[in-house]
C-alpha cells in the first residue's frame, strides 16, 4: 500500500503540470493556467516587478481572486502579501508592509505586483494563486526572488557605456579634423613644388625685395669705381 500512495503523490505531482488534477479520485482538466517568472533578480532599493499572468475559459467577474504569498528562504513560514478582489489589499503588516503595489490588469490576464525598495531580507519564494469560478483549479507556480546589491561590476559597466558614448563621437571629430589639416598639408605641399600664381601682396613685396638688392649692388659698383680712380691718381 505504501508504494502506491508514493506513486500517487507523484502522479498528484506531476499532472498538474499536464493541464490535469486528481480530487478526491476525481480526474479534473485544468480549465485556468498561471505562468510566472522562475527566477526574478533585483537590486537593493530598485523596484522590482513579479510578473503573473493566467489564462481562464471563464470570463472575468467580481468573484475572480489573488493571493500572493512569500516564504522566506530555508522556512515553510507562508506571509499572505496581497489580496485582491475587485480592490486591492496590499499587507498591512510584516515585512512588506507599505512596499506591495499593484501592477496588473485582470481583464488582460494580469495579477503582476511590484515590490518597492527591495532589500536582502525579501530574498525568498513567492507564490501566485488565481481562481475565476467557476475555474478554481490550477497549477501552483512558484517565483524565487534574488535580491542583491550592485557591485563595482555593475558600476563599472555602467561607467564604461557612458565613456564609449562619449568618446567615439570625440574620436570622430578628431579623425575628421587630422583627416582634413592632412589633405590641406598635402595640397600646400604639392603647390609649391608645380609653382602656384602669387598674390598681388606676394608679388608686391618680391618686387621691393628685388630693388633694395638692385640698389645694394649698384652702390657696390659705384663703390668698386671710385677706389679704383683714387688709386690711378696717385700714380
Given at each position: 500500500m505504501r508504494p502506491r500512495r508514493a506513486a500517487g503523490g507523484r502522479g498528484?505531482?506531476?499532472?498538474?503540470?499536464?493541464?490535469?488534477?486528481?480530487?478526491r479520485g476525481v480526474q479534473i482538466v485544468l480549465s485556468l493556467e498561471i505562468h510566472v517568472d522562475a527566477h526574478v533578480r533585483g537590486y537593493v532599493g530598485e523596484k522590482i516587478k513579479l510578473k503573473c499572468t493566467f489564462k481562464s475559459t471563464s470570463d472575468v467577474t467580481d468573484k475572480?481572486?489573488?493571493?500572493?504569498?512569500?516564504?522566506p528562504p530555508s522556512s515553510s513560514r507562508t506571509e499572505f502579501i496581497f489580496h485582491?478582489?475587485?480592490?486591492?489589499?496590499?499587507?498591512?503588516?510584516?515585512?512588506?508592509?507599505?512596499r506591495i503595489?499593484?501592477?496588473?490588469?485582470?481583464?488582460?490576464?494580469?495579477?503582476?505586483?511590484?515590490?518597492?525598495?527591495?532589500?536582502?531580507q525579501d530574498n525568498g519564494t513567492f507564490s501566485c494563486a488565481v481562481k475565476?469560478?467557476?475555474?478554481?483549479?490550477?497549477?501552483?507556480p512558484l517565483t524565487e526572488l534574488t535580491v542583491t546589491e550592485r557591485g563595482f561590476g555593475t558600476m563599472l559597466s555602467s561607467v564604461a557605456l557612458l565613456s564609449i558614448l562619449v568618446f567615439i563621437p570625440s574620436a570622430v571629430v578628431v579623425v575628421l579634423?587630422?583627416?582634413?589639416?592632412?589633405?590641406k598639408a598635402a595640397g600646400m605641399k604639392k603647390r609649391s613644388k608645380s609653382g602656384y600664381k602669387k598674390s598681388s601682396i606676394e608679388v608686391s613685396d618680391d618686387t621691393d625685395q628685388e630693388e633694395k638688392d638692385d640698389c645694394m649692388a649698384r652702390l657696390c659698383v659705384r663703390?668698386?669705381?671710385c677706389?679704383?680712380?683714387?688709386?690711378?691718381?696717385?700714380?
Open positions: 498528484r505531482a506531476l499532472l498538474p503540470l499536464l493541464g490535469v488534477l486528481f480530487v475572480l481572486t489573488i493571493d500572493w504569498t512569500y516564504r485582491y478582489q475587485s480592490f486591492q489589499y496590499p499587507t498591512t503588516a510584516g515585512t512588506f508592509r507599505d503595489s499593484w501592477a496588473g490588469n485582470v481583464y488582460k490576464g494580469d495579477a503582476s505586483i511590484s515590490i518597492s525598495n527591495p532589500t536582502l475565476n469560478p467557476p475555474d478554481v483549479y490550477h497549477n501552483i579634423l587630422l583627416v582634413r589639416m592632412g589633405r663703390c668698386a669705381e677706389l679704383d680712380s683714387d688709386y690711378e691718381d696717385t700714380y
